[in-house]
């Protein structure tokens, strides 16, 4: 059973400061692991997708890396900036995927971040 | 485009009322999810939807049942509802499989629903 855990919960940071959000996870047969970003009272926004067979991906100051062997991904974000103030999840397949098992993603409860100006 | 729309934002039940809960998407996508959100839970998926006319059960589809008729919709509904269903319901779709696929899934803004 697949389960994911993001630690911290909360992280407070100063404008500028380059940080990374950690996610681990159980299952290392894991095939891909899907960074999000959620702003209060909001919805979440897909940030960065990392299948199996990549190491990292990036987007602007954003880069996530995945390391299956080690059962975890990281995000890491350069230059923080007040804007960036939000909770950021990552979510990973279940393992019943590999056996035809239901559609599903097992979600971590996330990381607030903050960054003061 | 209007990306994920969900109606309606807000709602408040007493025990044993219905509703339904409506989730619509513009983006031709095949799949759609209803996912709950409860603090310190994270988010579980209800149920989900491969294509129109399929519906399958999630991690904690208890008390709700769910609707395909058309592409571009998916409905969750509370036949009667109980003060531990008051969450958050957030709708998602995506083009292909997002937890086989890998397929980037896009969110609505979310139902808050309280029920008394």
């Known amino acids: 059973k697949q389960e994911v855990t993001q630690i911290p919960a909360a992280l407070s940071v100063p404008e500028g400061e380059n940080l990374v959000l950690n996610c681990s996870f159980t299952d290392s047969a894991i095939y891909n692991l899907q960074w999000f970003r959620q702003d209060p009272g909001k919805g979440l926004t897909s940030l960065l997708l990392?299948?199996?067979?990549?190491r990292e991906q990036t987007s602007g100051r954003l880069n996530a890396s995945l390391d299956k062997s080690s059962g975890r991904s990281t995000l890491y974000i350069a230059a923080s900036q007040p804007g960036d103030s939000a909770t950021y999840l990552c979510?990973?397949?279940?393992?019943?995927?590999?056996?035809?098992?239901?559609?599903?993603?097992?979600f971590g409860k996330g990381t607030k971040l903050t960054v003061n100006p | 485009n209007a990306g994920v729309t969900q109606t309606p934002k807000f709602r408040v039940l007493k025990t044993g009322q219905s509703m339904t809960l409506l989730c619509a998407q513009d983006?031709?996508?095949?799949?759609m999810y209803w996912y709950r959100q409860d603090p310190g839970m994270g988010l579980r998926l209800i149920h989900y939807?491969?294509?129109?006319?399929?519906?399958a059960k999630g991690e904690v589809p208890d008390g709700y049942n769910v609707s395909r008729l058309k592409k571009q919709n998916f409905l969750l509904g509370l036949e009667s509802a109980a003060p531990s269903q008051t969450s958050v319901y957030f709708c998602?779709?995506?083009?292909?499989?997002?937890?086989?696929?890998?397929?980037?899934?896009?969110f609505g803004p979310g139902t808050r629903l309280t029920v008394l």
């Open positions: 979510a990973g397949p279940h393992f019943t995927q590999l056996q035809g098992g239901s559609e599903k993603l097992v």
């Open positions: 998602a779709s995506s083009l292909f499989s997002a937890a086989l696929a890998g397929d980037m899934q896009f």
């Open positions: 983006m031709n996508h095949e799949y």
């Open positions: 939807s491969v294509g129109e006319g399929t519906t």
């Open positions: 990392i299948q199996s067979s990549q």
